[in-house]
């Protein structure tokens, strides 16, 4: 995706709908990882997205040529995935940028879990917002029907709970803070991709 408001010179910039966004460790792993990695092209180019946490942030950057990769970046620097998008064309020449959605989950009264089902488009990710309190455990088992994916858990302060996990691995643990979990999942292949998503708390 072309920005038709910012120049792609010598450096990398992050862009949203409003001010530019202030880069994070993340994101500046995942910029000098795409320099090595990228060829020419990769020396500049724009950040469309970056959803950020302490462990497992997923970076989508836009290189000098118009080349969209998506980027794993660890909380100790280390980089995870470095991979290109394939294109998502919108009709009218451009590539659909990553979103992310957040849902709050609700319990049915008497009952102490949920399942749901969602889609993601590559690079995109919905976030599941769950309260719970300290001590109690937290069940997360998240089913692909197709494409690929990942989740991560953030505490209520925001701090990693789970780094980047395989949906093949359920999670299951005790709670050390009180207030909204958040978690994540992500679209990390380069198709759409479905899925269910259980959560249980107890």
């Known amino acids: ?50 959803s950020f946490s302490e462990a497992g942030t997923l970076v989508m950057l836009e290189d000098a040529g118009g080349t969209v990769w998506r980027c794993i970046a660890y909380s100790d620097g280390a980089i995870g995935e470095m991979s290109v998008v394939e294109s998502q064309d919108d009709g009218n020449g451009a590539m659909s940028a990553p979103t992310t959605e957040t849902v709050v ?59 980047f996990m395989t949906p093949d691995k359920a999670y299951r643990g005790q709670l050390w803070q009180s207030g909204d979990h958040v978690i994540e999942v992500v679209n990390n292949g380069s198709t759409d991709a479905t899925y269910s998503v259980s959560f249980g708390i107890e």
Do not use: W
Not at 141 to 158: E, H, K, T
């Open 105 to 163: 989950v609700k319990f049915d009264a008497g009952t102490s879990g949920a399942t749901l089902t969602g889609s993601l488009t590559s690079g995109s990710s919905t976030r599941y917002v769950l309260g719970a309190a300290k001590d109690q455990f937290l069940d997360v088992r998240v089913a692909p029907q197709s494409g690929q994916l990942g989740y991560l858990i953030f505490n209520p302060d925001g701090s990693a709970l789970l780094d």
């Open 1 to 50: 995706m072309k920005s038709s408001s910012i120049a792609i010179v010598t450096a990398f910039v992050a862009i949203s709908a409003g001010p530019a966004l202030a880069m994070s460790d993340a994101d500046n792993a995942c910029i000098d990882h795409l320099r090595e990695v990228g060829g020419p092209d990769g020396k500049a180019g724009t950040i469309l997205s970056s």
